[in-house]
């Protein structure tokens, strides 16, 4: 299986809600990384877990939360999120952090309304 | 920090013709990284050069890494409609995670 999974493909959500956004890989990766991609633009890193703890955070706003509750999951928790934080939302893992090439998923494609 | 710069931004062909898009980094990098994104799709990984001058190829695909491991290029022969997407170049420091380059946006023309 080399596939990375995200749930949902499409999230419409109010300012005050709270959302959660979910990533899974059965490829025995070891690093599991967020990112925001707004339209015509690169993957921007949000997040990166290594060994299931956080090792790198890109000064993202503390609405969005990042968990990992074991080696085969990734969550992005949502809240109180702004119009300009709609965007594609990118999981990727890699066998090592770092070097190795990352797998995407397809995105969870968010509105903030 | 480190910054990866990638051109141009769009480049439209007709089929058949070739294609390149160019990387530069404002730092030494370790290795560098290509990915190809389709339209409405997810970037997919294409290729890694770790060594100083190293080239790759993958069927009509050429891969190249400058001699200072500065650079990087991605040529494309006698292009197709199936080549259509956006693909990223994206470095890395030692320690440091990947920094993509803005993207190349190829089109082509039947």
């Known amino acids: 299986d080399t596939e990375v999974t995200q749930t949902p493909k499409h999230l419409v959500m109010g300012m005050t809600n709270k959302k959660s956004l979910k990533c899974e890989q059965h490829?025995?990766?070891?690093?599991m990384y967020w990112y925001k991609q707004k339209a015509k633009k690169p993957p921007e890193l949000m997040f990166v877990?290594?060994?299931?703890?956080?090792?790198i955070n890109e000064s993202v706003p503390s609405r969005f939360s990042p968990e990992c509750p074991n080696s085969s999951l990734l969550n992005l928790h949502l809240h109180a999120l702004q119009p300009e934080d709609s965007a594609l939302y990118l999981c990727?893992?890699?066998?090592?952090?770092?070097?190795?090439?990352?797998?995407f998923g397809p995105g969870t494609r968010l509105t903030v309304l | 920090g480190q910054q990866v710069m990638q051109i141009p931004q769009y480049q439209h062909v007709q089929e058949g013709e070739d294609f390149t898009t160019y990387c530069n980094s404002s730092?030494?990098?370790?290795?560098i990284q290509w990915y190809k994104q389709r339209p409405g799709g997810h970037p997919v990984f294409l290729i890694q050069?770790?060594?100083?001058?190293e080239v790759k190829k993958q069927k009509r695909l050429t891969f190249q890494f400058g001699e200072a491991k500065k650079n990087s290029s991605l040529h494309i022969t006698a292009t197709q409609t199936t080549d259509v997407g956006t693909y990223f170049c994206?470095?890395?420091?030692?320690?440091?995670?990947?920094?993509f380059g803005g993207g190349t946006r190829l089109m082509v023309k039947p």
């Open positions: 990727a893992s890699s066998h090592a952090p770092v070097r190795d090439e990352q797998y």
């Open positions: 050069l770790v060594k100083s001058g």
């Open positions: 994206a470095g890395q420091n030692a320690g440091n995670m990947l920094t």
């Open positions: 490829m025995g990766h070891r690093a």
């Open positions: 877990y290594s060994y299931e703890k956080l090792s």
């Open positions: 730092t030494t990098l370790s290795n």
